[in-house]
Structure formats: structure tokens, C-alpha cells
């Protein structure tokens, strides 16, 4: 069949139709991609929701995204590292270690000099226990980023858990200079203090930490702690209270602020207290034991009983909870059974502070002095702030000083003398019996008194001694460093000790009228106190006579003070009276004299 002309137009003009269509629809095509992103653009889109996803906790997503981004190709090595670190910091959040592991080592393998994968890695080693592999992880990132504030904070908490509590102090100073402001490494160094028994140094870096975050719960609670150990227990429960308002659910909080009502003789208000451990761990001993002990304070020997029995069932090693039982047996007149309890307590446990300060009570209860304060000797030979133990041996008549005390030649002076006990050294006078001035180090050296200062009113007991603290590293060489110690002679206690000379620098002390002093430490913190309470006179209104034109209402007017005062009607036109009467002078009545 042959094709006519009119075919042939026909499909002439179809092809040509077919042809602008195919390219209309290519430069359609053409323009529809070129609006779309780039390969890389879209990575960086994909990067920022990973970022944000796990900046919002998000963590499945944000592995989600890190996973899409990583399958693509050409991604250079330092990129693909960061993005295996930040993947790993997901995975760490999930839980899944050994995914978290293996990113964390091929992004060592891509850009060795990524100090950031190092610091991360030696955290999540710390988490597992191996606490030397973690300190090689954070040398390494220091050696890289000498700067690196975090590290040092991390190889210091790496540092304190291998026991090398110098070490770690050392760093955690480094980590505090670099960010001063940060809580952590200001709590870090506290605990290391309390770890070389120097709870005054603790409690100062707690109250800095606390001061830097107020909702910082772990300070409070550590400062708490430190507190304690220096007898300063209505402080410590301020404290304690302040942790539990932030953190309700933590028993150990309870339980400290328990035991230091307990110390101040607040008995009902530690059961309450220890009643709260024990629905928060029921099946804890130690909730039932402390709760026992203070029942059986507040004589309430029935519940006492009923609770030490319940602390035995549960744990029936604990030789506290036999020791207390026999306690609550001697408060109860009961001293067979309470030998019973109190001789498989010793079994268990003969070197227990809390077994030996119970012997001592059952021996004191039968007549037998000496022999109770060689138990309670014994006891704080262990545990050398156990107030219970220090109380009885007080009721005895008893001169803790005369027992174990070691006079140091050549530290004392100006009525102090310098005493060695348990590795420890005090200060103590004859002129000032009842308190002892724990000589806190702050580098290597023995402490050597250097002045004593009694001040006046309005700080009238209020002395200061200053002592050798030892030898620190220098900015260039080791310097000499004097510390301070706070004493109220009026409640026999050490208020602060305060650092007050490191080389060439010296604290400034400001000793105002109101009471307290504020000290420029040479560290560069300042710390207010306030010693003594500076009763304020009250001020006394005075009539005057009223100028012309000013208000006639008299000031003890009653819309001007009282209930009427919150009344806006009369403040209103007293406040117009007051303008009219105030009404400035113009430049002419200036110049003038008019």
C-alpha cells in the first residue's frame, strides 16, 4: 500500500510533534534537578538532623541519619572519622558498647589526630572499669589538644579511680582553669580532697560548684558529706535538703541527712528520714539498721526491735544490725541477751566501729569504764570523726588528746602546738582546751605555725591562724603556700581554712562592720562568711517641718502606710500632692535666684 501525500504530512508533523515533546520534557528534566541540592549538600542536611537528633535525645534517629550518611562514597577520611565519633556517642547513649567500640577504633584508624575520638573512647573505657586503658586515651588527647579542657577533667576522674588522688588533684586545677565556670571538675577536685581526709579544702570547691550551678545536686550532697566529716551537721542537713529537693529519689541523701540528725539529737526527725531509705531501697539493709538505731535513740524499742529483727532476716552477716540490736537490748535493760547479740557481732565484724562503740556502751552500762574506752579508743583509731564513739568517750572523762597524740618539735608557736594523730596533724592550745585546728596540707611539707590573731568586735572570738601548708608546682618553679584557719572560739570550731599565700601572692581579707569577712583568695575565688550576727539599730522616724507647698499628710498618714498603702487610689493623689510640691525651678528662676 502506498503512502499518500496527505499520509505523509501527517506524519511529518507528528515526528516533529514527538520531537519538541522529548525536548520540552528533557529540559524539564534538566531544570527539575538542577533545583534539587547537590550530593554534598544533601550529606551536610542529613549531618545537621543527626546533630540535632541527638542533641534532643533522639538517639535511634540520630544513628539512623550518621548510618545513611556513612554508606555514601567518596567521603574523605577526617570527615567519615568525626561522623563515626558522633555515631559512637549515639551508640554509647543506646547502650550497645561494642558498636560504639568499633566506631570509635575506625575513626582512630582514619584521622589518628582527632583528639576529640580519644577523649570519647577513654569515657566510655572508664564506664567498663578499665580505667588504665582510659588513661592512655585521655594522655593522648592532651598530647594533641593541650587545651582540652575535658580531658584533663576525664584523666583526672581516671586518675582518682587508679588511686592517684595527687595526680588527679593536679589535672582537675588544670580542667578548672581552663573552664572555670564548669561544676565537674570543681566537684572532681572536692572529692579527691575528701579522699586525703581534707574536708575543709572540699567543702570550699563544693561551694564553688554549687555556686556555678544551684540545681547541682551531686554537690550539694558531696559538700553534705564534707560537712560531716568536720562536725558541721546543721549545715550539712541545709545541704542535704537542698539535694533532695532536686533529686527526691536518691536514698543515699536521706540517709546522710538521717544520721545527721541523729548527731544533733533529733531523733523522731531521723526516723522519718530513714523511713524514706527504706521505701526507696526495701530490700536494703541499711535503711532498716539506721532506722533501728534511731528508734532505739527515741526509746521507741518495740519498733526498734521490729526493724533490727527485719535487718537481720535480710542480711543475717550484717554485724551492725547485731550490734545495734544489742544496743536497743542494753537502752532496754536487757544486758544477757544483749551480750548475745553483741558477741556475734564481734565475730562477725571485731574491727566494725559500730560493733566497738556498742561493746563499749554495753560495758559502760555494766560499771566498766576502762574497758569501754578501750573500745571506743579502737573505734576512732578507725574512724577518727565518729562522733558517737567521741561523745562516749567525752561522758567518760576521757582526754582524747592525752591518748594518741604526738607532740611534733620545731612546727608550733604563738601559744599552739603542732600534734601528729593517725597521720594527721593538728593544732592545739592550753589556752584554748576544748577545739582542734586540723592543719590541712595543700602541697608536700609539714605544717609550721606562722601567726596567731585574735580580732576584735564585732568579731570578738573570732581568731586566725596561719600555717606552713606546704610546697605546690609553680607557673615556673614549686612555691611555698600559707593556709588560714577560721576559729570561733565561742563554739570551739574551724569555720574555713582558707588558702592565703602561694609565692609572692597574698589573699586580701576585707573585715567589714556587718560582721563578715570576704577574702580575695590567691586562686582567685572569693568567699564570703558570716561570723558574727551585728544586731542593726532600728531607725527611727522623725517629724520635720513640711516646706511651703509641699504635701500636707503628715507621715504617719494611713494612706501612706499600713493596709491603705496598697491602695492605688491614695497613693495616687498623695504621690500628685507630692509632684505639685516638687515642681522644678526653670533656667530663668535659676539664674535668677527666683
Known amino acids: 500500500m502506498t503512502m499518500s501525500d496527505t499520509d505523509r504530512s501527517v506524519e511529518k508533523r507528528a515526528a516533529t510533534t514527538r520531537a519538541i515533546t522529548a525536548a520540552v520534557v528533557s529540559a ?16 551536610e542536611l542529613r549531618a545537621r538532623d543527626a546533630a540535632i537528633a541527638l542533641s534532643r535525645g533522639d538517639s535511634v534517629a540520630a544513628v539512623d541519619h550518621y548510618t ?25 547513649r543506646l547502650g550497645k558498647t561494642r558498636e560504639a567500640i568499633e566506631d570509635y577504633n575506625k575513626a582512630v584508624v582514619l584521622f589518628p589526630e582527632y583528639a576529640a575520638v580519644y577523649n570519647n573512647r577513654g569515657n566510655l573505657l ?11 586515651d585521655f594522655n593522648r588527647a592532651i598530647a594533641l589538644a593541650p587545651g582540652y579542657a575535658a580531658a584533663y577533667n576525664n584523666r583526672a576522674g581516671a586518675q582518682s579511680r587508679l588511686g592517684h588522688a595527687d595526680d588527679a588533684i593536679r589535672d582537675y586545677t588544670r580542667a578548672i582553669k581552663l573552664m572555670p565556670s564548669s561544676p565537674a571538675p570543681l566537684a572532681g577536685r572536692g572529692k579527691a580532697y575528701l579522699s586525703q581526709d581534707r574536708p575543709h579544702a572540699a567543702i570550699r570547691d563544693f561551694s564553688r560548684a554549687v555556686g556555678a550551678d544551684a540545681r547541682f545536686a551531686t554537690g550539694y550532697r558531696n559538700r553534705a558529706e564534707a560537712k560531716i566529716e568536720v562536725a558541721h551537721y546543721n549545715e550539712a542537713i541545709e545541704d ?3 539535694a533532695i529537693a532536686f533529686d527526691v529519689a536518691n536514698p543515699e541523701a536521706y540517709l546522710l541527712r538521717g544520721h545527721s540528725y541523729l548527731a544533733i539529737g533529733d531523733a523522731p526527725a531521723a526516723v522519718t528520714d530513714f523511713t524514706r531509705v527504706i521505701e526507696l531501697a526495701p530490700s536494703d539493709t541499711i535503711g532498716y539498721e539506721a532506722r533501728g538505731l534511731a528508734n532505739t535513740m527515741a526509746e521507741a524499742f518495740d519498733a526498734a526491735f521490729a526493724d533490727l ?11 551492725t544490725a547485731f550490734a545495734y540490736r544489742g544496743f536497743a537490748y542494753v537502752r532496754n535493760g536487757q544486758p544477757d541477751i544483749a551480750q548475745r547479740d553483741l558477741d556475734a557481732a564481734a565475730a562477725l565484724e571485731k574491727d566494725n566501729p559500730e560493733v566497738l562503740w556498742a561493746l563499749a556502751e554495753s560495758e559502760e552500762a555494766q560499771g566498766r569504764s576502762e574497758k569501754a574506752i578501750e573500745h571506743l579508743r579502737r573505734a576512732l583509731a578507725i574512724k577518727p570523726d565518729f562522733k558517737r564513739a567521741a561523745d562516749s568517750l567525752q561522758r567518760l572523762g576521757f582526754v582524747l588528746a592525752s591518748a594518741s597524740d604526738t607532740p611534733v618539735k620545731g612546727l608550733g608557736g604563738f601559744g599552739w602546738q603542732v600534734i601528729a594523730n593517725s597521720g594527721r596533724f593538728y593544732a592545739v592550745s592550753d589556752n584554748h582546751p576544748n577545739i582542734r585546728v586540723p592543719l590541712e596540707p595543700l602541697g608536700e611539707g ?20 596561719t600555717y606552713h601548708g606546704g610546697v605546690i608546682e609553680g607557673r615556673e618553679k614549686p612555691e611555698e603556700v600559707e593556709l588560714a584557719a577560721i576559729i570561733d572560739l565561742k563554739s570551739n570550731s574551724v569555720v574555713a581554712i582558707e588558702p592565703h599565700r602561694q609565692g609572692k601572692e597574698v589573699s586580701n581579707w576585707t573585715w567589714g562592720e556587718n560582721g563578715r569577712v570576704t577574702i580575695a583568695s590567691v586562686d582567685g575565688v572569693t568567699d564570703e562568711f558570716t561570723l558574727r550576727q551585728v544586731r542593726q539599730e532600728p531607725t ?25 498603702a496598697s491602695d492605688p487610689s491614695h497613693r495616687s493623689r498623695s ?7 516638687k515642681k522644678p525651678k526653670s533656667f530663668f528662676q535659676l539664674l535668677f535666684g527666683n
Do not use: C
Open 28 to 43: 524539564a528534566v534538566a531544570v527539575l534537578f538542577s533545583a534539587l541540592p547537590a550530593r554534598s549538600e544533601i550529606s
Open 126 to 136: 572508664m564506664a567498663l572499669g578499665l580505667h588504665g586503658e582510659a588513661l592512655k
Open 68 to 92: 545513611a550518611i556513612l554508606a555514601e562514597e567518596n567521603i574523605p577520611d577526617d570527615r567519615r572519622a568525626t561522623l563515626l565519633n558522633d555515631r559512637a556517642v549515639a551508640y554509647v
Open 540 to 564: 527611727v522616724s522623725r517629724y520635720r517641718q513640711q516646706d511651703r507647698g509641699e504635701s500636707s499628710d503628715p507621715y504617719w498618714a494611713p494612706w501612706n502606710e499600713g493596709p491603705w
Open 240 to 242: 542535704l535538703s537542698r
Open 446 to 465: 609539714q605544717p609550721r605555725i606562722l601567726s596567731w590573731e585574735l580580732k576584735d568586735a564585732p568579731f570578738r572570738d573570732i581568731g586566725v591562724l
Open 575 to 581: 504621690a500628685s500632692r507630692a509632684r505639685k510640691a
Open 309 to 319: 529483727n527485719e535487718a537481720i532476716r535480710l542480711n543475717p552477716r550484717s554485724a
